[in-house]
């Protein structure tokens, strides 16, 4: 399942079931501008239940993606749930993820529509490598290597920024990071309704916000 295209998968990640709602931390919080901690300790029952919360966490947000430090965990971890541009989704998670630099000359830029459950709301153009290669490791401890391309690729890109302390608006002309900012101040109230509704139609506690 980690970082495997699947195809005969339910429709809930088995994590969804286990965990709990989080609150997500917005933007301005000092825990989202920092690099967060590598994992020492693995297989622990601690890092399952923050995996289980953050794939609870994220699909009550119907997100794509969510890192540690967006349900205020310290710690280098992020996990995915998300179809790719060919349709086949793909759904796991890593820890400690490191990319592979990519030589100038072999880098190939994309610009597609990216947001963030941390600036809830905004939608913008952001420019990223077409193909990424990311490493980690299990919650086990097991090495493991995930290749992403297009929207996949965009998505381990965006996750790893997150647990170095960098959101998507660091990516952005300040003019746009601006008028993000202002979106997301008109639009975040309806957005959290909708988490809150989501989490109730998939029989989840919809937690704090
Ligand atoms: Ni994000």
């Not at 302390?165 to 639009?187: F, V």
């Amino acid at each position: 399942m980690l970082g495997e295209p699947v195809d005969s998968f339910p429709r809930l990640a088995p994590e969804v079931e286990r965990g709990a709602v989080r609150r997500i931390t917005v933007v301005g919080e000092e825990i989202l501008r920092r690099r967060c901690r590598e994992v020492t300790e693995f297989g622990t029952p601690e890092l399952s239940t923050l995996i289980d919360d953050m794939f609870t966490t994220n699909a009550a947000a119907n997100g794509a993606g969510l890192a540690a430090n967006q349900i205020g965990v310290d710690l280098r971890v992020f996990m995915w749930d998300m179809p790719d541009d060919w349709g086949v989704r793909h759904v796991g998670h890593i820890i400690n993820p490191v990319l592979d630099e990519v030589p100038t000359e072999q880098r190939e830029l994309v610009e597609e529509s990216e947001g963030c459950l941390s600036v809830p709301g905004p939608y913008r153009m952001v420019s990223r490598l077409d193909r990424t290669v990311v490493r980690g490791q299990t919650k086990d401890g097991n090495p493991l290597v995930i290749e992403g391309r297009g929207y996949f690729a965009r998505c381990l890109q965006h996750e790893t920024d997150h647990l170095n302390g960098h959101l998507y608006l660091d990516r952005l002309a300040q003019r746009e990071r601006k008028s993000a900012l202002r979106e997301m101040e008109e639009a975040k109230e309806a957005t959290f309704a909708r988490r809150a509704a989501r989490a109730k139609e998939l029989g989840v506690s919809p937690g704090p916000r």
